[in-house]
């Protein structure tokens, strides 16, 4: 069977950092494009970024790209998310998804999301 599992989201200042992870099992993240997606409460699902099989990576929100790095490591068989300078609005669930070969095709499977709340 196949998983993604995200994990390191939590309840952070604003200012603070988080890591998040993605951790796939049953399979290897080798050949797949690795994205990362959020959904905050009553808004539709947005696009943060995405890494490629060969490390090209895309910033899909203006929002985040000077703040959140993606990056992955296949020894590992895990993507991440570093989030920097956190905002209140930054608030939402965080899904990592998996892509065959690119970051243009369509998404194969999700995470099962992990929580993020920026608050003081």
């Known amino acids: 069977q196949y998983h993604l599992v995200e994990s390191g989201g939590g309840l952070v200042q604003p200012g603070g950092s988080l890591r998040l992870s993605c951790a796939a099992s049953?399979?290897?993240?080798?050949?797949?494009?690795i994205g990362w997606f959020r959904q905050a409460p009553g808004k539709e699902r947005e696009g943060l970024a995405c890494?490629?099989?060969?490390?090209?990576?895309?910033y899909d929100a203006d929002s985040v790209k000077d703040r959140f790095t993606i990056s992955r490591d296949n020894a590992k068989n895990t993507g991440y998310l570093q989030m920097n300078n956190l905002k209140p609005e930054d608030t939402a669930v965080y899904y990592c998804?998996?892509?065959?070969?690119?970051?243009?095709?369509?998404?194969?499977?999700w995470g099962q999301g992990t929580q993020v709340t920026v608050s003081s």
């Open positions: 998804a998996v892509r065959p070969l690119q970051c243009d095709y369509d998404v194969d499977f």
């Open positions: 049953g399979f290897t993240l080798d050949y797949y494009a």
């Open positions: 890494i490629s099989p060969s490390d090209g990576i895309t």
